[in-house]
C-alpha cells in the first residue's frame, strides 16, 4: 500500500481517538452529573469550558500547524490532549472538571487543521472528499466505539480509569505516526507566476464568509449528537447507562456512512467531468432538505422512530459536512490551509458553543423537544449562505482556485 494511505489510516485513527476522548464525559455524564450534583445548565457550563478553548485554538491550532509542518504540529496535539483526558479522572468538583475540559479543548482542535492540509498536501481534487470522507469517518467510529468502550472501561476501572485508559492510546499512537510521516514526501511546487499570500488576504473574500457562515450554522447538529445524544436517551427515553451504550453507536455508524457515502459521490461527479463546486453542491443540497427529519424525532413517542430518524439525520450531515470541509481545500493554496481552515472552524465552535449553551437551557426549562425543531432547520439555511457566498473562481494572489 502505498505511504500516502498508510498516512491516511493514522489520520482516521487520530480522528478516532480524538472522539473516544471528548466523548468520555458525554458517556459518563449520567454517573459524573449526578456524583458531582450538576444540573443540566451547570453541565452545558462545563461542555461550553471545552467548547470556548476549542473555539479560541481553531485559528491558533490552524496558524501553528503552517508555522511547524504537519508532523511536529500533530504530535504535540495528541499529545497535549491525551494527557488533558487523563487529567480528568483527578476531578472532584465541577470547577477542576471544567479546567481540565478547558484543557482538552485546547489540543483538540489541532487534529483536524493538520489532516486538512495532509489533504492539501497529498490527494488530488477527485481524491480529496474521500480522504476527508475518511477524516469525518473516524469521528463517526470514534463516537460509535465510545459507548460501548467507554461503559466497559467504567464497569471494570471506574470512571476515573476509564478517562486514563483513554489518554493512554493517544500517546502509543504518536509512535508510528512520528516514524512514518515525513513532510518532505508531499509539498507541492508552487504554481507558475503566483506569489504566496498571507492567509489574512484570504479571509475577507466572500468565500471565506460563506465557508465560516454554513458552518457556524450547520456544525451545532453535530455538537448537539457529540455531547448530548448519551444523556438524551438515559434522561429523555429511560435507557440505563448499559441500554445506551448498546443503541448509541447506531447513529454515530449512519454518521461514519454519509460521510464516505458524502466522499466517494462528489468524487464520483469530478470523474465524469462535473465542475468542483458543482460537485460538492450536487451533494450538499439533498443533504441539507433531509434534515427537518429531525422534527420527527420532537414528535414521535416510539424510542425506535426517534432512533431511526437520529440515524437519518446523522447520515446527511455528515455527507454534508464531508463535502462542505473538502470544498477549503479545492479553494485554498496548501501555505494557508491550516490557517484558513482554522478561522472557518472557528465558526463551528462559536456556533457549537452558542447551540450548547441555548441547548442546557432548553432542556432544563422546557425539554428536548424545541432543540430538535430548531435542529431541523440549521442546515437548509446554512445551503442558502453557502450557495450565495461560496463560488470560484478564488480571486486572490497564489489561490489555486475552482470552478
Known amino acids: 500500500m502505498h505511504r500516502r494511505w498508510w498516512i491516511a489510516l493514522l489520520l482516521f485513527l487520530s480522528v478516532v481517538i480524538n472522539y473516544i476522548d471528548r466523548q468520555c464525559l458525554s458517556v459518563l455524564a449520567p454517573v459524573i452529573t449526578k456524583e458531582l450534583n450538576l444540573s443540566p445548565t451547570g453541565y452545558a457550563t462545563i461542555l461550553n469550558a471545552f467548547q470556548a478553548a476549542y473555539t479560541v485554538m481553531y485559528i491558533g491550532s490552524g496558524l501553528l500547524v503552517d508555522r511547524w509542518g504537519t508532523?511536529?504540529?500533530?504530535?504535540?496535539?495528541?499529545?497535549?490532549?491525551?494527557?488533558?483526558?487523563?487529567?480528568?479522572?483527578?476531578a472532584t468538583s465541577a470547577f477542576s472538571l471544567g479546567a481540565f475540559r478547558f484543557l482538552l479543548g485546547l489540543g483538540e482542535p489541532g487534529n483536524f487543521m493538520a489532516g486538512f492540509r495532509v489533504i492539501s498536501e497529498c490527494y488530488?481534487?477527485?481524491?480529496?472528499?474521500?480522504?476527508n470522507g475518511l477524516l469525518n469517518a473516524g469521528s463517526s467510529v470514534g463516537a460509535m466505539v465510545a459507548p460501548i468502550l467507554i461503559a466497559w472501561l467504567y464497569t471494570?476501572?471506574?470512571?476515573?480509569?476509564?478517562?486514563?485508559?483513554?489518554?493512554?492510546?493517544?500517546?502509543?499512537?504518536?509512535?508510528?505516526?512520528?516514524?512514518?510521516?515525513?513532510?518532505?514526501y508531499t509539498v507541492p511546487l508552487p504554481e507558475p507566476g503566483t506569489a504566496p499570500a498571507s492567509w489574512l488576504d484570504y479571509i475577507w473574500r466572500p468565500q471565506s464568509w460563506g465557508l465560516m457562515g454554513s458552518r457556524f450554522l450547520s456544525d451545532p447538529v453535530w455538537w448537539f449528537y457529540l455531547f448530548w445524544l448519551p444523556k438524551y436517551l438515559v434522561d429523555a427515553r429511560g435507557f440505563t447507562l448499559t441500554q445506551m451504550a448498546m443503541v448509541a453507536w447506531m447513529p454515530y455508524?449512519?454518521?461514519?456512512?454519509?460521510?464516505?457515502?458524502g466522499g466517494w459521490m462528489s468524487g464520483f461527479l469530478i470523474a465524469r467531468n462535473w465542475s468542483t463546486l458543482a460537485a460538492r453542491r450536487a451533494v450538499m443540497l439533498p443533504a441539507a432538505l433531509i434534515m427537518p427529519v429531525s422534527l420527527i424525532v420532537a414528535n414521535t413517542e416510539s424510542t425506535n422512530i426517534a432512533l431511526g430518524c437520529i440515524c437519518i439525520v446523522t447520515f446527511a450531515h455528515m455527507a454534508w459536512k464531508t463535502n462542505l470541509s473538502t470544498v477549503t481545500n479545492d479553494l485554498y493554496p496548501v501555505h494557508v490551509v491550516g490557517s484558513v481552515s482554522g478561522f472557518f472552524a472557528f465558526g463551528n465552535g462559536l456556533g457549537g458553543l452558542l447551540f450548547t449553551a441555548l441547548t442546557g437551557w432548553l432542556v432544563q426549562s422546557s425539554g428536548y423537544f424545541w432543540v430538535f425543531v430548531l435542529m431541523g432547520f440549521l442546515h437548509p439555511l446554512a445551503f442558502l449562505v453557502f450557495r450565495g457566498l461560496v463560488r470560484g473562481p478564488l480571486r486572490v494572489a497564489g489561490a489555486n482556485g475552482a470552478d
Open 124 to 131: 488530488a481534487k477527485s481524491e480529496r472528499a474521500l480522504v
Open 156 to 184: 471494570q476501572l471506574s470512571w476515573r480509569g476509564a478517562f486514563v485508559v483513554c489518554g493512554v492510546l493517544g500517546l502509543l499512537w504518536i509512535v508510528p505516526w512520528w516514524f512514518l510521516y515525513r513532510p518532505t
Open 253 to 261: 455508524l449512519s454518521a461514519d456512512l454519509g460521510a464516505m457515502f
Open 71 to 90: 508532523r511536529v504540529s500533530l504530535a504535540v496535539f495528541m499529545g497535549w490532549w491525551s494527557v488533558a483526558n487523563a487529567l480528568h479522572a483527578f
